[in-house]
Nanobody, 125 residues
Framework: QAQLAESGGGLVHAGDSLRLSCAGS????????VAWFRQCPGKEREIVAA????????LYGDFVEGRFKISRHNAALTVFLQMERLRPEDTAVYYC??????????????????WGQGTQVTVSS
């Protein structure tokens, strides 16, 4: 079982950048597909990005439009989400999640068994 901890959220202005980090609790984390989801106010949770254990394959939500990049540093048990050109509509709680079974990254929420507590990102206009 893995425990996940997000960090890096905060209040920024439109057009700014932010990097989120997701720290895993043990080496098993390095074998999991890891994703970032977000939940905007009044909306359902949606996929932001996901990455395979070795970083070879990634998946992004349609709204990303090339502004975000997911990466991982397995030696540090950490997955990052670099967000550029942030918009007010990116305001959300961002969650890290791990899928211990899949080989390729999935967008379906029910594939992810382990979740962090979330980190708030607020983008002002």
């Amino acid at each position: 079982q893995a425990q996940l901890a997000e960090s890096g959220g905060g209040l920024v202005h439109a057009g700014d950048s932010l990097r989120l980090s997701c720290a895993g609790s043990n080496d098993d984390f390095n074998s999991y597909v890891v994703a970032w989801f977000r939940q905007c106010p009044g909306k359902e949770r949606e996929i932001v990005a996901a990455i395979t254990w070795n970083g070879d394959t990634t998946l992004y939500g349609d709204f990303v439009e090339g502004r975000f990049k997911i990466s991982r540093h397995n030696a540090a048990l950490t997955v990052f989400l670099q967000m550029e050109r942030l918009r007010p509509e990116d305001t959300a709680v961002y969650y890290c999640a791990a899928d211990p079974h899949s080989i390729s990254p999935k967008s379906a929420i029910d594939k992810y068994l382990y979740w962090g507590q979330g980190t708030q990102v607020t983008v002002s206009s």
